[in-house]
T-cell receptor
Framework: GNSVTQMEGPVTLSEEAFLTINCTYT??????LFWYVQYPGEGLQLLLK?????DKGSNKGFEATYRKETTSFHLEKGSVQVSDSAVYFC??????????????FGKGTKLSVKP | DAGVIQSPRHEVTEMGQEVTLRCKPI?????LFWYRQTMMRGLELLIY????????DSGMPEDRFSAKMPNASFSTLKIQPSEPRDSAVYFC??????????FGDGTRLSIL
């Protein structure tokens, strides 16, 4: 079946440290891949996406590259800030009936950045 | 632009009571999704609609849960009767065609 596995948290970093959150997937067909971020008390917000192999999604200093050969979509940021503290979700989607269909989420990784 | 609007933001009620959660998707979006988030199980898709028609309700936990989408601008998720294990944050999301989903801020439900 289709699934997403991401590293368990929590992850605690100091400000300006390098961030990597690992994400691997299992999917039939050719999924689109996403990172969503959830700030405390809020809903999920799309952070970045990639729709085909070797695409790189980027936003707000975060990057992730769609690696078909390793079925991975690791999230990276060169220098984290306190304001990046949140829960990060990796997700995949397979097209269904013309709509995006079901988003399959990983369990989320909580990131805490200390000043 | 208005995002996905959910109401209420918080609901506290006693077990056995009926609970109705509401969602207004982004205007023009043709797909709507209901999710449940708990510490133990993470984010789970309950049901989704395409053009107001339920496409996949395999995630609905049991017959106590029902969802409707009477028109393109409104959906409800109902739990009757409610139980303490239904306590969770419920999210609604909407999307257009193959575009990413946009989430509401959720309804935090506590069943006592």
């Amino acid at each position: 079946g289709n699934s997403v596995t991401q590293m368990e948290g929590p992850v605690t970093l100091s400000e300006e440290a390098f961030l990597t959150i690992n994400c691997t997937y299992t999917a039939t067909g050719y999924p689109s891949l996403f990172w969503y971020v959830q700030y405390p008390g809020e809903g999920l917000q799309l952070l970045l996406k990639a729709t085909k192999a070797d695409d790189k999604g980027s936003n707000k200093g975060f990057e992730a590259t769609y690696r078909k050969e390793t079925t991975s979509f690791h999230l990276e940021k060169g220098s984290v800030q306190v304001s990046d503290s949140a829960v990060y979700f990796c997700a995949l989607s397979l097209p269904h009936g013309g709509s995006q269909g079901n988003l399959i989420f990983g369990k989320g990784t909580k990131l805490s950045v200390k000043p | 632009d208005a995002g996905v609007i959910q109401s209420p933001r918080h609901e506290v009620t006693e077990m056995g009571q009926e609970v109705t959660l509401r969602c207004k998707p982004i205007s023009g979006h043709n797909s709507l999704f209901w999710y449940r988030q708990t510490m133990m199980r993470g984010l789970e898709l309950l049901i989704y609609f395409n053009n107001n028609v339920p496409i996949d309700d395999s995630g609905m936990p049991e017959d106590r849960f029902s969802a409707k989408m009477p028109n393109a601008s409104f959906s409800t998720l109902k739990i009757q009767p409610s139980e303490p294990r239904d306590s969770a944050v419920y999210f609604c999301a909407s999307s257009l065609a193959n575009q990413p989903q946009h989430f509401g801020d959720g309804t935090r439900l506590s069943i006592l």
